[in-house]
């Protein structure tokens, strides 16, 4: 247990359905983080919030909708994705830019 | 050139075996050095954390930073089959804003066989 929690932990959707991933972190960190892990490709950074404000978005498609109503959660609205967004979306936290905690993740399959 | 390169192996050694990682990375701007465990199907776990060159040590783990060469590397002592796992490496700046952006290896897979 490392203290961030994501739900639920494997989803599948349609094209044309709406989700959300949760998050929640219990270790008091200021910051958290989206990242994606595709097969055979290292982690990608999707967005950065601090303080509830997003200091981050790394060119991520608006598919991806993210929202953080406080410190402690995050979510990441999910509408109209492609098959080839299938991957293990990780939540991470950390206090400012010390070292990062991740959740189990969400198996996310779209078919 | 990818910023952090990483061998993605995989590595197959004997328990007991000595395992040693590495990483290189090009961006000079690279602060905090990190070194994640993934098993399958899990998250990655936080194992090694380090800010500055040189050597540190957590039981059987070692991390070693060269800045100057841009090296990165882990050590395994004393290696058991529990080990087998995909190891990341990470490195971040800061953000203006704050938090942190990692940007990581592909990882290396290691296996430990008995």
């Known amino acids: 247990e490392t203290g961030v929690t994501q739900t639920p932990r494997h989803l599948v959707m349609g094209m044309t359905n709406k989700k959300s991933l949760k998050c929640e972190q219990h270790?008091?960190?200021?910051?958290m983080y989206w990242y994606k892990q595709s097969a055979k490709k290292p982690l990608e950074l999707m967005f950065v919030y601090n303080f509830k404000e997003q200091t981050e978005n790394n060119s991520v498609p608006s598919r991806f909708s993210p929202e953080c109503p406080n410190s402690s959660h995050l979510f990441l609205h999910l509408h109209t994705l492609q098959p080839e967004d299938s991957a293990l979306y990780l939540c991470?936290?950390?206090?400012?830019?010390?070292?990062?905690?991740f959740g189990q993740g969400t198996r996310l399959t779209v078919v | 050139q990818k910023e952090v390169e990483q061998d993605p192996g995989p590595l197959s050694v004997p328990e007991g075996a000595i395992v040693s990682l590495n990483c290189t990375y090009s961006?000079?701007?690279?602060?905090?050095f990190m070194w994640y465990r993934q098993y399958s199907r899990k998250g990655p776990e936080l194992l090694m954390y380090t800010y500055s060159s040189g050597n540190k040590e957590d039981g059987r783990f070692t991390a070693q930073v060269d800045k100057s060469s841009k090296y990165i590397s882990l050590f395994i002592r004393d290696s058991q089959p529990s080990d087998s796992a995909t190891y990341l490496c990470a490195m971040s700046e800061g953000l203006t804003g704050g938090g942190n952006k990692l940007t990581f290896g592909t990882g290396t897979q290691l296996k430990v066989e008995l």
């Open positions: 961006n000079s701007a690279f602060q905090y």
């Open positions: 991470a936290s950390s206090h400012e830019a010390s070292k990062a905690f």
């Open positions: 270790l008091g960190h200021n910051a």
